[in-house]
């Protein structure tokens, strides 16, 4: 069975805007040269996230997996860990969590419907987190045992086990980090400030379905 998600990842690939004028707004100490540096703080810095999140088209699947795993009002919370000056630009640093809008087990059930066939799903004795968890570890022990897809039930078998301990007793209000080691680079652009992501080697993926 394949199965795909969009991974929140895609979101930190687009430049987001931030307002100049909010940038302005937190001063810092002066560079080496004398010059005066402007920091955007890290409000500003999680509002152009959040910003570029809900206005671009293309991350559609990365808001949908938000409201599947958090609840239809879950966000993402950015924790920035860095921002250092690179003449022109700021080289940010940062991690991502899910602030959670409902219990982990909502979430589980939530998804683990997305990964059943509809048609098999409609056939399923109750629509229950615990009915679908049997499902999909019945069905990942078939995928074991046929020798062209037991690398697809291995994976299977690894995410739910993943999953479970990221939400299992998760209670609404909780942080889940899902991703850490994030970095972009702010840059001038004439309505703010512009930011692209860095390719970080040390990034990592966390309780994501993959």
Not at 97 to 102: E, I, P, R, T
Not at 110 to 129: G, Q, W
Request: charged letters at 20%; glycine letters at 8%; aromatic letters at 6%.
């Amino acid at each position: 069975m394949h199965i795909a998600f969009t991974k929140l990842r895609y979101l930190l690939n687009i430049g987001v805007m931030v307002s100049a004028a909010g940038v302005l707004s937190a001063c810092s100490p002066g560079s080496s040269d004398g010059r005066n540096i402007t920091y955007p703080s890290d409000g500003q810095i999680s509002a152009a996230l959040d910003a570029q999140l809900a206005g671009d088209p293309n991350s559609a699947s990365a808001r949908e997996l938000i409201q599947s795993l958090g609840g239809e009002k879950g966000k993402l919370k950015y924790s920035i860990q860095q921002v250092i000056y690179r003449e022109p630009a700021f080289e940010v640093h940062y991690d991502a969590a899910l602030v959670m809008a409902q219990a982990g087990e909502q979430s589980l059930e939530a998804l683990y419907s997305r990964m059943i066939p509809e048609e098999v799903r409609a056939k399923l004795p109750n629509s229950t987190l615990a009915a679908y968890t049997d499902w999909l570890n019945n069905h990942a022990q078939e995928l074991l045992k046929d020798p062209a897809q037991k690398a697809q039930g291995a994976a299977l078998t690894s995410t739910m086990t993943a999953l479970g301990k990221c939400y299992g007793g998760v209670k609404p209000g909780e942080e889940v980090v899902v991703m850490k080691g994030l970095g972009a680079h702010l840059l001038p652009e004439r309505k703010g400030l512009f930011a692209e992501k860095l390719a970080m080697p040390n990034a990592t993926v966390n309780c994501l379905p993959i």
